[in-house]
């Protein structure tokens, strides 16, 4: 069973940054992508940023282009988002998910196609 393990959310204020990692581990997984969800109070968890096994290839949720990155390191099976210019909007519990069946190129951007989700970690931007 994988193991998802979220650190780095917080407290913050409004154009302040923030950085999401999540660990995976116990698993034997061969090539999966990973993402990043988020959820306010509420509302619908959505997408955040998602990017392929390979690295290559992501996909954003427009309100955070241009401010959130994401990257991954497979060695260390961790992805990251970067989170900078934050706003109040933002504001959010957050989960990282992996989708463990998929090619290298692919980017999952569905929530139905991830296979393996954290517990979440709690965002909040102040004005």
């Known amino acids: 069973q994988v193991q998802l393990a979220e650190s780095g959310g917080g407290l913050v204020q409004a154009v302040g940054s923030l950085r999401l990692s999540c660990v995976a581990s116990?698993?034997?997984?061969?090539?999966?992508?990973m993402g990043w969800f988020r959820q306010a109070l509420g509302q619908e968890r959505e997408l955040v940023a998602a990017i392929s096994w390979c690295g290559g290839n992501t996909d954003y949720t427009n309100s955070v282009k241009g401010r959130f990155t994401i990257s991954s390191d497979n060695a260390k099976n961790t992805v990251t988002l970067q989170m900078n210019s934050l706003k109040p909007e933002d504001t959010a519990v957050y989960y990282c998910?992996?989708?463990?069946?998929?090619?290298?190129?692919?980017?999952?951007?569905?929530?139905?196609?991830?296979?393996?989700w954290g517990q979440g970690t709690q965002v909040t931007v102040s004005s």
């Open positions: 116990r698993h034997t997984l061969l090539t999966y992508a």
């Open positions: 998910a992996v989708d463990g069946y998929t090619s290298t190129w692919y980017v999952p951007i569905r929530e139905d196609e991830y296979d393996y």
